[in-house]
């Protein structure tokens, strides 16, 4: 009897023979311990042919493990004059999907992830492949991170060129106080595009170069905006790393705290890590004066992805910028004693006394400085920052996390128009966020400890560096144990992580969701 499974997946492992009659319930265990279910469409004793997500593959005996945990030499029938044992074969096809497999599933699952959520009738792509070896997770995440290179920079190649124009072309190719080369180029994300200058300087070190993301000073002039982007090109010097210099996509006040500035960040972000070998646990944030508050907002929001920032003559509110999420990502103020226009040194004074209880009551986090330069006003030496920033290397699977989403005013005297919210943050993602929610996440080997101020469906990512997944996992939420069992290892997994973080450090191959 022939049963019919289909599921929504990606097929890409070909063919070899073995026969079993499967029912709906079955699931096949390769060998390299993936795990698969589909239509059975011949069904013989030399040969197992099924289908999955419309493709036919046929089965080797080497290539399998079980069928419903049972192995596949007691389960497998006998050729009438042979051994009921039959001696195993290398096998002979290739375990993980070839390079054009590999494209075809990331842009399946990009469609995936453009389909309204409501409107998808299908499982994600990658979900036929579960329960994963530990080795098998691994042999995946070294693919997909390939692959992912590989369509970054594809679609880095298809980029329509800006428009030219004056800046541009006084902009290309100049030299800085970095006495390196310079390049400019732009990122799009959606509807946003930012311009930026970028360069290399000295050799870049065995896990990749780190990065130094500068933020510019300036205001609501267009003009302005220009000189000061020229400027914050020389105003510090790297020893080694890649130094990169944004132009404030939107001419505005809060340049920096805008949603053009979010989304075209995070693709920048993942377009240095995939394309320019930055290593993604050395990435710095520092700006000045308009750029300084950048940093004041920038800093904690996104502060799963820093190793440190530096924040020099600007300032920033607890409710627009949440001191609590630098637990674990070093924090450096510089303010001149007499900078008190917008309130820059009050704010940035009240910010570092935040920090410093925040500190006192957790001693293992928050790690901060805060220096005034006495009788200065918004002009200050701040040549210091990079070499203080470059000491720092970022834990990207901290065990404790604490992320409050931003709100209210921004303190430049204006209260954002759109609330700026992120989904995820670090090994925890939540499926809308909303501002001034507050998640705490706490993990000791299996055991994992929540604290949510909203209820909703959150996400925690696991890997084998973070607790041992062939054991099973608790979860605990208010009190009560809202999950314990062993989580699965799964490609859905490790492509659900990749598109949300593009980041090698972040690629987790399992996921454990929580309704609260």
């Known amino acids: 009897m022939t049963h019919r499974i289909y599921l929504a997946g990606f097929l890409g ?51 399998l493990k079980s069928i419903n945990g049972k192995p596949v ?39 995936f992830l453009r389909t309204a959520p409501d409107s998808r009738t299908e499982k994600a792509p990658g979900s036929a492949f579960t329960n994963l070896t530990k080795q098998g997770a691994e042999s995946w995440r070294k693919a997909l991170w390939t692959a992912w290179a590989r369509r970054m920079q594809e679609l880095k190649s298809k980029q329509p060129p800006l428009p030219p124009d004056q800046d541009t072309q006084d902009a290309k190719r100049v030299h800085s106080a970095n006495s390196a080369r310079k390049t400019e180029d732009t990122v799009l994300s959606g509807e946003f595009k930012m311009k930026y200058t970028w360069e290399q300087v000295g050799q870049p070190p065995q896990k990749g170069w780190p990065l130094y993301i500068n933020l510019h000073g300036g205001g609501d ?46 693709q920048l972000i993942k377009e240095f890590i995939a394309l320019h070998g930055v290593d993604s646990d050395r990435i710095y944030l520092l700006g000045y004066s308009m750029g300084g508050w950048g ?18 003559a600007g300032g920033g509110t607890p409710q627009a ?47 901060f ?13 701040d040549s210091d920052a990079p070499k203080w920033l470059e000491q720092f290397t970022r834990n990207p699977i901290p065990e404790k996390l604490v992320w ?15 609330q700026l919210t992120r989904d995820q943050f670090a090994w925890l993602a939540v499926e809308k966020a909303n501002p001034g929610e507050k998640v705490v996440g706490a993990r ?36 009560k144990e809202v999950f314990n069992a062993r989580p699965a290892r799964s490609v859905s997994a490790l492509l659900h992580a990749l598109f949300l973080h593009g980041d090698p450090e972040l690629l987790f191959c399992s996921e454990i969701h929580v309704n609260q």
């Open 13 to 63: 492992i070909t063919a070899g023979l073995l026969a079993f009659n499967l029912s709906a319930e079955d699931t096949i265990v390769l060998a390299n311990g993936q795990s698969i279910a589909g239509a059975i469409l011949k069904n013989t004793p030399s040969e197992l042919i099924v289908r999955v997500d419309g493709a036919e593959m046929v089965l080797k005996r080497a290539q």
């Open 73 to 111: 030499d007691d389960a497998a029938p006998a050729k009438q004059g042979q051994p009921t044992k039959a001696a195993p074969t290398v096998a002979s096809v290739p375990t993980i999907p070839s390079a054009n497999e590999l494209a075809k599933l990331l842009n399946d699952y990009d469609e």
């Open 221 to 266: 002039n267009t003009a302005l905006n220009d000189d000061q982007w020229r400027i914050a090109q020389k105003r510090v010097t790297i020893s080694c790393g890649i130094f990169l210099c944004p132009r404030a996509p939107v001419d505005s006040i809060i340049g920096w705290d805008e949603p053009a500035f979010y989304r075209t960040l995070e």
């Open 295 to 312: 940093a004041f907002h920038i800093g904690p929001t996104f502060a799963d992805r820093w190793a440190a920032v530096e924040a020099s």
């Open 321 to 367: 910028s949440p001191p609590m999420n630098l637990r674990n990502t070093p924090f450096m103020i510089q303010i001149g004693s007499l900078d008190n226009d917008f309130q820059r040194r009050p704010l940035a004074k009240a910010f570092s006394e935040a920090l410093e209880k925040l500190h006192a009551d957790d001693l293992d986090g928050y790690t």
């Open 369 to 381: 400085v805060y220096k005034e330069h006495e009788g200065k006003g918004h002009q200050i030496d």
């Open 404 to 418: 409050k989403e931003p709100e209210g005013n921004c303190g430049y005297g204006k209260v954002r128009g759109n």
């Open 444 to 479: 000791h080997k299996n055991e994992i400890q929540l604290d949510m101020s909203t209820p909703q469906r959150l996400t925690i990512f696991l890997d084998d560096r973070m607790a041992d997944l062939d054991q099973p996992v608790i979860v605990r939420s208010g009190g």
